[in-house]
């Protein structure tokens, strides 16, 4: 296929003819230009390709042109426009082959971009070499092709397919870079090839989509182990095609529809959608109350329908914990039975489940809803409407009045004048719920309302003791039930119906043992457990206690940690990520390093959009992040240098689950602190200092700004789960010996 592919250039455009994919004759704007399919960044014409809408649409996560380009290794926003054109040609290319593998729909879809002459690539049949015969085979193939051979991967590998094989449900502790993605999917994938299926359950969405866009994807090219397979998300994560429909009578520009319509005949979710602003992807999400279900005349093309069917047809599924939670909650109403079980980042299992099974009210809950039925023109219904709404405002006016700032349990007696408070939105919830059952005809609103109202009764009433009530209130107020107990729940509902579970993570156990977590989940305290460290070398990496820094409560912390920040900088002018529990203290910290290069959240931006920042800073450079950086957070080799911890991460006590949790120890005659506090703590630390080590050549050095790690009964729970060695140091000349030993 030959064609030409151009930009403007001062005022003129210059192209380049491309023939079989190569580039092949320079046009100059004055020279005559063959009548050729043309293709263009800019201007957009009619006939003419539009690259930036091909590109939007085919990859729809990439925000922009530097993106890409990075995505792709071209410079396509080279200053010399022939350079441009070359880069922008050989992406088009890269482009067509990226659909030859597309769903027909899609294809179809993304077909409507192009102009008169141009046809898309041919699916080509695909070439996938047999499936391995065992693990051996499998490992063998994957060291030809190029990766480490990792004797501890090969290890955790044979320990999954044993229990898959035998039926346990074991714990496999590995620290990074010993690869537990290959080490789970490559015994997960040969066992499904003798039949059952299987769920993988990762922590975040980036996780599962890595599994599912990267990972799974090689191991079929590569090394034939094709498994039939889903990804499934929580149900807001898709597109409503009925909202993408109305918004085009909005008048919603084409460069946003169609891309998304491509996005959605694809079947893939709006965390692609990178490319769409907050509020139109709000727009479009898949919310219950206005899906009008199988009534729908979009319901045969739903993407949020499609993916939960095939979720539940295929033989592996790929989900996150809260997905997992949910399907639990709803008796595997979601995924359908399974054999397998993987969960991945285990140690945040506990954590997800409780807020799947649990349940939390805010004020914005039930006026989308109401607003639906307004909408409706319901005639008799719309004073029971109002009624609705002036109960529901006086409702949470009163919470309000009634929760201080912060998060805590909801005592007996403020349930139940929260409970008193409730009856009239309750009764006129009631009312309108009688007024649409007459009616049959609005279902899905009516089942929101229903859910409403039940979840409020058994917030401010729950039906046992094995429930904490809690209030948060910030910048507006919530009300939650979360389950005390997860054990009994997992053991009725998940683990007598698996026939194997591996549970995963870098960090399942404190002071060699698992049984913190395992108790949590609902596990035999002798449940096997193996653990393998970090492959990863530590010779190069320091720790140090900074035992001359007064405690964190005191009110001099802040500004001698920020101090000592200006110091390392001074001796080592590189990256640091500094690790903060309370935003109080990263303020006061920031405030004091107005002279230094640095970032702080909740002040700078939010996670995602700070370590892009940070990436794209020259050290020296500090970051500073609360809770979100402490586990997740990727930073190889320079970009990360220096990892600071601001003070040992023990949870608040004020935390509602965690008090609950505190009372029921004491009534049995335990120690809170120690089977519950410093757990955690231990847990948490070892997660946060994950973050420095991320490759084989990575080093740096670890300061823990502390000093109750130097002094306190509790060190050996902390120092047992240190990577090295630490050295307690109390002069600024002591840790200026510390950093030269890393940064000479
Ligand atoms: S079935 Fe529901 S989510 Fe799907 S397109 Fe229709 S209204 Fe939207």
Redesign the pocket.
């Known amino acids: 296929m030959e064609f030409i592919v151009f930009v403007e250039s001062a005022g003129s455009p210059v192209g380049i003819v491309f023939s079989k994919g190569i580039p092949k004759e320079r046009l100059k704007p004055e020279e005559p230009w063959p009548a050729l399919p043309r293709a263009t960044w800019e201007p957009k014409e009619p006939g003419i390709l539009s690259l930036s809408l091909l590109f939007r649409a085919v990859w729809p996560d990439v925000p922009d042109l530097q993106a890409l380009g990075k995505k792709l290794g071209l410079t396509l926003e080279d200053a010399d426009p022939w350079k441009r054109v070359e880069a922008l040609g050989k992406a088009l290319l890269m482009a067509l082959e990226e659909v030859r593998s597309w769903p027909m729909a899609a294809r179809k879809e993304l077909s409507r971009l192009l102009p008169e002459g141009w046809t898309l690539p041919h699916p080509l049949p695909p070439s996938r070499p047999t499936p391995p015969a065992d693990l051996d085979e499998a490992f063998n193939r994957l060291w030809k092709k190029g990766f480490s051979q990792r004797k501890t991967q090969r290890e955790y590998a044979a320990k999954v397919a044993e229990a898959l094989e035998r039926g346990e449900i074991v714990l496999l502790e590995a620290g990074p870079g010993t690869g537990k993605t290959f080490g789970y999917l490559i015994p997960l994938a040969l066992s499904l090839q003798k039949g059952g299926r299987a769920v993988v359950a990762t922590r975040t969405r980036t996780l599962q989509d890595q599994l599912w866009k990267k990972d799974l994807p090689w191991l079929e090219e590569n090394l034939g182990l094709r498994v039939e397979r889903a990804l499934l998300k929580g149900r807001e994560n898709?597109l409503?095609?009925?909202?993408l429909m109305e918004l085009e009578q909005r008048l919603v520009p084409e460069e946003m529809l169609l891309p998304l319509r491509v996005l959605a005949a694809r079947n893939a979710d709006l965390d692609e959608a990178a490319f769409a602003d907050p509020w139109l992807i709000e727009e479009l999400r898949?919310r219950p109350w206005?899906?009008?279900?199988q009534r729908?005349r979009?319901?045969g093309g739903?993407p949020?329908?499609r993916a939960r069917d095939a979720a539940r047809a295929a033989k592996l599924v790929i989900v996150n914990h809260a997905v997992l939670g949910v399907d639990l909650a709803t008796e595997n109403a979601l995924l359908g039975e399974y054999d397998y079980l993987v969960v991945d980042e285990a140690h945040a299992l506990p954590q997800a489940l409780r807020e799947a099974l649990g349940i939390e009210l805010s004020p914005k809950d039930l006026p989308p809803l109401l607003a639906e039925l307004h909408q409706m023109d319901q005639g008799e219904e719309t004073k029971i409407l109002e009624e609705v709404n002036v109960r529901h405002r006086e409702f949470w006016d009163a919470v309000r009045s009634l929760c201080p700032f912060g998060r805590g349990r909801l005592k007996p007696e403020a349930a139940s004048f929260l409970l008193k408070n409730a009856g009239p939105l309750c009764a006129a919830l009631e009312s309108l719920i009688l007024a649409l059952k007459k009616k049959e005809t609005e279902p899905e609103i009516l089942a929101g309302l229903m859910a409403y109202k039940d979840e409020l009764e058994r917030v401010l009433s729950p039906e046992s003791g094995e429930w904490v009530q809690w209030f948060s209130r910030d910048e507006d107020v919530a009300l939650g039930l979360t389950p005390l107990d997860l054990a009994d729940v997992l053991n009725q509902k998940l683990w007598p119906k698996v026939k194997a579970a591996i549970l995963t993570s870098a960090t399942l156990s404190v002071a060699r043992s698992p049984r913190f977590l395992s108790t949590k989940l609902g596990l035999p305290e002798d449940a096997p457990f193996f653990s393998w460290p970090s492959p990863f070398s530590y010779e190069q990496v320091r720790i140090a206690i900074l035992a001359g820094l007064p405690e964190p409560d005191h009110e001099d912390y802040p500004q001698a940690l920020a101090s000592l920040l200006k110091r390392v900088v001074e001796v080592a002018p590189v990256k640091i990520l500094v690790l903060f529990t309370a935003k109080r203290t990263l303020a006061s910290v920031r405030s004091f390093l107005a002279d230094v290069p640095h970032l702080a959240q909740g002040f700078d931006g939010e996670r995602d959009q700070l370590l892009q920042r940070f990436k794209a800073m020259s050290p020296p450079a500090i970051l500073l992040g609360l809770e979100s950086f402490w586990e997740g957070v990727d930073l190889p080799g320079k970009e990360l240098e220096i990892l600071v911890v601001a003070r040992l991460p023990f949870p608040h006590p004020a935390e509602p689950v965690l008090e609950a949790e505190a009372e029921r120890l004491r009534a049995q005659g335990l120690n809170e602190f120690r089977e519950l506090s410093l757990p955690l703590a231990v847990l948490k630390l070892r997660q946060g200092l994950g973050r420095l080590v991320r490759t084989p050549t990575d080093r740096g050095v670890i300061l823990i700004a502390d000093s109750r790690l130097a002094s306190r009964p509790y060190r050996p729970a902390f120092l047992s789960s240190l990577p090295v060695a630490p050295k307690i140091i109390h002069s600024p000349e002591e840790l200026e010996v510390v950093l030269r030993e890393v940064f000479r």
């Open positions: 898709y409503c095609l009925r909202r898949d206005r899906c009008q279900g729908c979009f319901w739903c949020s329908r």
